[in-house]
């Protein structure tokens, strides 16, 4: 019984994405959000889609948390205390090592320019709160499976 129920969470979370197509480990997601109800929120939420989530409140730590976790995806706010999103985007993105790491913008800003910049600096997609988490579930799904193909 207790199989079945391994392997039928197994197949959900392969289902979004959570998991190698093997079952084998879960796909890593790092939440960098400051308000502690959204990224709660969300780290409870991707926990219960098969996610290994780490989620930091700054940016204090956010590339000695990357190079210990190795995150197969990170979801970004751009207002952060100390640093912008931007800037953090900016510097991931030029480090070899770690661009080809995918990022997904979940923000208050909902200016085109925002959007337009972020794009700019590398972010895959982008998400004005409050977020739909159907649709954010999805868009992760979608990058990590396009990930695979790569």
């Known amino acids: 019984m207790i199989d079945k129920l391994l392997s039928s969470n197994r197949e959900t979370q392969a289902k979004f994405g959570a998991v190698s197509p093997t079952g084998s480990s879960r796909k890593r997601i790092l939440i960098v959000e400051d308000n502690s109800l959204n990224r709660l929120m969300l780290e409870d939420y991707l926990g219960f889609c098969g996610y290994q989530v ?38 991931l ?8 790491i995918p990022v997904i913008i979940v923000s208050a800003f909902a200016f085109r320019m925002d959007r337009q910049r972020a794009f700019n600096l590398g972010a895959c997609r982008y998400f004005i709160k409050p977020v739909d988490l159907t649709e954010l579930k999805t868009a992760i799904y979608d990058q990590l499976s396009h990930e695979l193909k790569d």
């Open 93 to 100: 993105k030029a480090k070899p090592n770690l661009q080809h």
């Open 54 to 91: 780490l989620s930091l409140p700054t940016a204090d730590k956010f590339f000695e948390e990357i190079a210990r976790f190795q995150p197969d995806l990170i979801l970004l706010d751009l207002k952060l205390p100390g640093i912008d999103g931007y800037t953090l985007l900016e510097q």
